[in-house]
């Protein structure tokens, strides 16, 4: 049987205005329940009914053969237009004569594509004892009362027997989540529901729908914390220096967004509550890359983020630098980055993963007498273009985040040996945080959000190969004025 669904899209909403392209989680509200819709394979055609220019310039990113957009007529545009005379209509003016019609709306945001497919599929067997519609329901089984002429009366119990809510009877609430019906029933009742309706319930979450302002914030928050949170859950990912700093602030903010935390630095005896499995390692050595990988693909043979964090930095002249120093400094701060890409190509391709490089505002503007870590973040500026190039064949995003002055022990180690000033750390800070355009520095958490938001693919998968400076502004102006 050959199954439509029709979605009625308007562009006004008195109570929530413009609530169906509004942004929700970083989507238009509407792009929710299409994007669930889409994903099933029960249904031939997908109609959007609409008066909305909005609507139709955000239907152009579904490439979906079976969507049809129809222009509803405006005689229809009032909203007080009941559904069942714009199904009527959409259905009459496109002539379906599919078996089976589906109605849903673009403001029920937790409707999942197994609730669809259930449905359809009860509607199915259902019809076989003569049902002629289903509709969803939510199940209430609270003490009700109505309100008569100023008279309180019990409407599902009674009151002079105190019974537990759940042995009440249940009563069952229309949801608008979703409707099946057969076209000549409609017509012939001129109602999506029939004569014989069959009640699919749905829980209380699910049954989400979004009429006042109360309610979308409500659904906003239920989506981000069960549908988009969710998604993290199960993520693998790997942080260098994260034994304090910017690293240590990274494992949080992922470990909050329910994502795995690998956390790896030099101290032998560290531990943290946002840090799931930590090791030891040093980063100068060049084993540690490919033993750092052989220990996540033994323990979760995964892995779906690497943020580079780990940095040696030594200040000193060039000329008084040696060797090894100059080595060591590129070893941490540039080779890993290859060798880890090298050892964990596998399992980012398989997750089609991403890779964040924490470099610096020294790969743009320097310093006196820092130039091996300055040259080494320059040297990850481009390294990340190039990894972007020859990894996006995999689906793979490389980024580089670059800091400017952060409060983190680092810079306070920096400020310390006196190119500063004199003064306590504190002051040091807030001396070089006035030299900025926001007359602070930055701090930790911050880039940890930024660390964040690039590695979701729900927000940052339009980001590759990119060196994005986040430095309080301190690049835009010149020394000279």
């Not at 109570?15 to 299409?34: A, C, T, W």
């Not at 003490?143 to 409407?155: K, P, S």
């Not at 924490?358 to 503007?365: A, F, M, N, P």
């Not at 602070?440 to 979701?456: S, T, Y």
Request: glycine content about 6%.
């Amino acid at each position: 049987m050959r199954k439509c669904i029709i979605i009625p899209i308007k562009h006004s909403s008195s109570r929530v205005p413009g609530k169906n392209y509004r942004d929700f989680n970083g989507e238009p509200l509407m792009k929710i329940v299409l994007s669930t819709i889409v994903q099933s394979k029960s249904l031939d055609t997908i109609v959007i009914d609409t008066n909305s220019d909005t609507v139709k310039s955000i239907l152009k990113d579904y490439n979906d053969e079976r969507i049809i957009v129809y222009d509803r007529p405006e005689h229809l545009w009032d909203g007080n237009t009941p559904t069942n005379v714009l199904l009527e209509n959409v259905i009459q003016d496109l002539n379906l004569d599919h078996e089976i019609i589906l109605q849903t709306h673009v403001t029920n945001p937790l409707l999942t594509l197994d609730t669809i497919d259930k449905c359809i599929s009860q509607f199915v067997e259902k019809e076989k004892d003569g049902y002629d519609s289903l509709f969803t329901v939510k199940q209430l089984q609270t003490r009700l009362y109505t309100l008569e002429n100023g008279t309180v009366n019990a409407l599902n119990h009674n009151p002079n027997e105190l019974l537990p809510t759940q042995d009440l009877e249940p009563l069952y609430e229309e949801n608008s989540c979703l409707y099946i019906f057969k076209r000549e029933v409609l017509f012939q009742k001129h109602h999506r529901i029939g004569y014989k309706p069959f009640m699919f319930v749905m829980d209380d979450i699910e049954s989400s729908d979004i009429d006042t302002e109360t309610d979308f914030i409500l659904a906003e928050t239920l989506h981000k914390e069960l549908v988009l949170n969710k998604d993290s859950k199960g993520r693998v990912v790997l942080v260098t220096g994260a034994s304090r700093g910017i690293g240590l602030e990274i494992c949080k903010k992922f470990h909050k967004q329910k994502w795995t935390v690998i956390g790896v630095a030099r101290s032998n005896d560290f531990s943290h509550p946002s840090i799931d499995t930590y090791i030891s390692k040093d980063l100068t050595s060049h084993k540690s890359a490919k033993e750092i990988m052989d220990i996540v693909q033994e323990k979760y043979g995964k892995l779906d983020c690497i943020v580079n964090n780990a940095a040696l930095q030594i200040c000193k002249p060039v000329w008084e630098m040696e060797d090894d120093e100059w080595s060591k400094t590129f070893d941490c701060n540039v080779k890993n980055v290859y060798l880890f890409v090298k050892h964990g190509l596998p399992m980012l391709k398989e997750s089609k993963g991403n890779i964040i490089t924490i470099g610096s505002v020294h790969s743009v503007v320097t310093s006196n007498e820092i130039a091996a870590y300055a040259t080494s973040k320059a040297a990850l500026a481009g390294l990340t273009r190039n990894l972007a190039i020859e990894l996006g064949q995999f689906g793979i995003r490389v980024n580089c985040i670059c800091p400017g002055a952060v409060d983190t022990p680092m810079l306070r180690d920096g400020l310390k040996r006196g190119h500063a000033g004199n003064g306590t750390s504190d002051e040091l800070v807030e001396s070089l945080g006035k030299s900025h355009l926001l007359g602070k520095v930055g701090q930790p958490e911050e880039i940890a959000n930024f660390a964040l938001f690039v590695a979701d693919d729900n927000n940052g998968r339009f980001i590759n190969g990119a060196n994005l400076l986040i430095d309080g502004g301190a690049c835009v102006k010149l020394s000279t004025e």
